[in-house]
């Protein structure tokens, strides 16, 4: 699924108000996509300040090696409910700057 659309499906839920309720709405969806949206909230959280996608980033970006699976070494499937209910209403400032700076940098999100 297209990283947008999983954003604005993910947007009407938080914050979430349990581990349960995340994992709940995660259930719906492949492992590619939960990886996406664990992915674009970490990328999001590097880049809240900024508008474009930063320098230490860019490269891996648009070299497609930073990806929707980029975090799969980091957080464990296992992890992924925590994740999102530990970050709580921060999400939407994280999905936010994800969104921002690759529209700023000319990223097409389709290849995430």
Known sequence: ????DL??????????GS???AQVFLDGYESGDQIA?????????SHVHYNEVGEDYSGYLFSGEM??????????????ARVL???NINLHA???????CTDGSGYDRSKY
Not at 7 to 16: K, S
């Open 67 to 80: 990806n929707r699976f980029w975090e799969s070494g980091n957080v464990s499937e296992e992890e992924f």
């Open 7 to 16: 954003i604005i499906a993910v947007r009407p839920l938080i914050p979430f």
């Open 94 to 100: 994280y999905y936010d700057a994800f969104l921002r």
């Open 37 to 45: 949206l664990i992915s674009a909230l970490y990328f999001g959280r």
């Open 19 to 21: 581990e349960a309720e």
């Open 85 to 87: 209910y530990g970050k």
């Open 1 to 4: 699924m297209h990283i947008d």
